[in-house]
């Protein structure tokens, strides 16, 4: 059953800036059993790279990121796209269906490499399993 969507980033991003989801949502991402996130970059310039890592935490201060199951992200994130040349607009996914649940604590961090600059903009959606 559908819970909850929301925007959770929305600004501009220079590239190698590591920009991260505000703290007001931590909890939020956090709540329900399933997670779905949408990328999208919009007015890119240049033809880097962009990734998202998903972290998590059960006390809002320690974060262990979903993909590498440590403190320190993966090379690649959870969402890796490539981007092209041209202005353009790009979109990637990723989905936790549950099966391996996330603690309490959800956290979202985005990073265009160089020379790509663009919007970055992450959309949530929540569902629930559960009663």
Same mark, same amino acid.
């Given at each position: 059953m559908l819970r909850r969507k929301l925007l959770v980033l929305d600004e501009f991003g220079?590239?190698?800036i590591i920009s991260t989801s505000h703290a007001r949502f931590n909890h939020s991402l956090g709540a329900f059993d399933q997670l779905a996130l949408m990328a999208v970059i919009e007015a890119q310039t240049g033809n880097g790279g962009f990734d998202l890592w998903v972290s998590h935490s059960a006390d809002n201060r320690l974060w262990?990121?979903?993909?590498?199951?440590?403190?320190?992200p993966s090379a690649a994130g959870d969402i890796s796209l490539?981007?092209?040349?041209?202005?353009?607009? *790009?979109?990637g996914s990723y989905r936790n269906d549950g099966v391996m649940p996330l603690l309490a604590f959800v956290?979202?961090?985005?990073?265009?490499?160089?020379?790509?600059? +663009?919007?970055?903009?992450?959309? *949530?959606?929540?569902?629930?399993?559960? +009663?």
């Open positions: 220079p590239a190698g262990i990121y979903q993909k590498s199951g440590t403190t320190t490539s981007l092209p040349t041209s202005p353009s607009l *790009a979109a956290r979202i961090e985005v990073k265009l490499t160089s020379p790509a600059t +663009g919007r970055i903009k992450v959309y *949530a959606v929540q569902r629930d399993q559960g +009663g």
